[in-house]
């Protein structure tokens, strides 16, 4: 079955201990991302990728980090979690056509509940 | 930068109404569209997308939208609701070609009563 696959789907942690979120796509699909959800904010995207050793940005990147060494795999890794990390995550993946302008649409993972307390 | 409005934060529908929620969006170029929708509990799926052709694109759940190039806008609605289309919805776009890059709305939680 073609799926992203996150876990933990739950993760309460405490400020200052180190954490990694995984994420796994069998779609072969080369763009991948990470957005948060939070109440009144809606998705806001934390980093993406477009290929194996490519990442950038998104729109709150602060706290995070990423790698990607993998095409399936997309973790979010982060160093130090503050409480203001405390979101619903989710982690997403398309297929890109080299050279055209179709975007394929986003695939989700079924997320993430993090607690940082 | 764009940047995606959605109008109704939170819409409450009888079952049987006819459903519309805006979505506005900026930027100067070519865009894809999308409609995403979240049902309690779950992760967000595709309900409908627009890349070209004819603006007015059919989805899944008898779901339709309207892309109108002049308004900036991809309303979606739906003629009829249910009970089971209690969701959140999620308006999305990104630049045409410029799959970097997607922006969601904040979204529109719809509440149908039976």
């Known amino acids: 079955e073609a799926q992203v696959t996150q876990n933990p789907r739950y993760l309460i942690t405490v400020t200052g201990k180190k954490l990694t979120v995984t994420c796994s796509q069998n779609?072969?699909?080369?763009?991948m991302s990470w957005y948060r959800q939070d109440p009144g904010l809606g998705l806001r995207q934390i980093y993406y990728?477009?290929?194996?050793?490519?990442?950038d940005k998104g729109d709150v990147p602060e706290g995070y980090k990423v790698s990607r060494k993998e095409k399936r795999n997309f973790p979010l890794i982060l160093e130090s979690p503050s409480p203001n990390q405390t979101s619903l995550y989710f982690c997403?993946?398309?297929?890109?056509?080299?050279?055209?302008?179709?975007?394929?649409?986003?695939?989700f993972g079924n997320g993430t509940r993090l607690t940082v307390t | 930068a764009q940047s995606v409005s959605q109008h109704n934060h939170h819409v409450i529908l009888s079952e049987a109404a006819s459903l519309e929620l805006g979505c506005n969006y900026s930027?100067?170029?070519?865009?894809?569209l999308f409609w995403y929708v979240q049902y309690p509990g779950q992760h967000l799926q595709l309900l409908l997308k627009?890349?070209?052709?004819?603006?007015l694109v059919k989805g899944i759940k008898g779901f339709e939208a309207e892309f109108i190039k002049s308004k900036f806008s991809f309303n979606l609605r739906k003629p009829s609701v249910q009970w089971s289309d209690t969701a959140e919805y999620f308006c999305?776009?990104?630049?045409?070609?410029?799959?970097?890059?997607?922006?969601f709305g904040i979204g529109t939680k719809l509440q149908v009563i039976p």
């Open positions: 997403a993946s398309s297929l890109v056509f080299s050279g055209s302008s179709y975007n394929s649409p986003l695939h």
């Open positions: 779609m072969n699909h080369e763009y």
């Open positions: 990728s477009m290929n194996v050793e490519v990442t």
């Open positions: 930027y100067g170029g070519t865009v894809n």
């Open positions: 627009y890349f070209s052709g004819d603006p």
């Open positions: 999305a776009v990104n630049a045409w070609g410029g799959y970097q890059k997607v922006t």
